[in-house]
Every structure is written in structure tokens, then in C-alpha cells.
């Protein structure tokens, strides 16, 4: 069972820069493709970035591309999500995931979900 916890949210300004951070309980998370997904109110949970489980290739869904960058410290066994040049309808719940797969997308089963973090972007 891998337990994946969040931390980074909170209320910024649109324009500003925010962080965020999972780490993970599994010894073995170098073999997991790890990802970001966000849910808004009312909407259902998409799919926002996705990192191969050893490291390199990424993936983002088009809205953040250029201003989300997503990485991962294998040996601190976390993940994170930078996010530069907010949007208010950035505003979500962002969730960590983890696969048992090559890499996390849009259309990627995943295993595990973190508990969420709260990302509000005022206009």
C-alpha cells in the first residue's frame, strides 16, 4: 500500500508562483510513474502532469503546459509541482498519484491517490 501525502497549497495572487510536494511511503518508488491530477468545484478530477517512474520524460495536459513543471527526488522518494503564472481557474484540489505503469496520463489507471491539497488563485 502506498501512502502519498501533499503539502504546498494555499491562496495566491493570479500571477504568483505556489509549490507543491508529495512524498511517498513506498521503498520502492522508483518503479512508480507519479502524477498530478486537480478537481475544481462542480468538475470532475483532470489530469494536469505526469512523470516516467525513473525520472526524465514528463507529460502535462495542455492548459499548463509551459508554466507547471513537474520532478521527482527518487531517493527522497518525492514528487513535486511547480507552478509558475497562476490562473484563477487554476483553482482546485490538487491530488498526487502513483501507477504501476511507464508513465502517468490523462487516460492512465492509477493505483494510488494522495489526500489532496487546496490551491485557491484569486483574480
Known amino acids: 500500500q502506498v501512502q502519498l501525502v501533499e503539502s504546498g497549497g494555499g491562496l495566491v495572487q493570479a500571477g504568483d508562483s505556489l509549490s507543491l510536494s508529495c512524498a511517498a511511503s513506498e521503498p520502492t518508488f522508483s518503479s512508480y510513474a507519479m502524477g498530478w491530477f486537480r478537481q475544481a468545484p462542480g468538475k470532475e478530477r483532470e489530469f494536469v502532469a505526469g512523470?516516467?517512474?525513473?525520472?526524465?520524460?514528463?507529460v502535462y495536459t495542455n492548459s499548463v503546459k509551459g508554466r507547471f513543471t513537474i520532478s521527482r527526488d527518487n531517493a527522497k522518494n518525492t514528487v513535486a509541482l511547480q507552478m509558475n503564472s497562476l490562473k484563477p481557474e487554476d483553482t482546485a484540489v490538487y491530488y498526487c498519484?502513483?501507477?504501476?505503469?511507464?508513465?502517468?496520463?490523462?487516460?492512465?489507471?492509477?493505483?494510488?491517490w494522495g489526500q489532496g491539497t487546496q490551491v485557491t488563485v484569486s483574480s
Open positions: 512523470i516516467r517512474r525513473g525520472g526524465g520524460s514528463t
Open positions: 498519484a502513483a501507477a504501476r505503469r511507464p508513465i502517468i496520463s490523462g487516460s492512465t489507471p492509477v493505483g494510488y
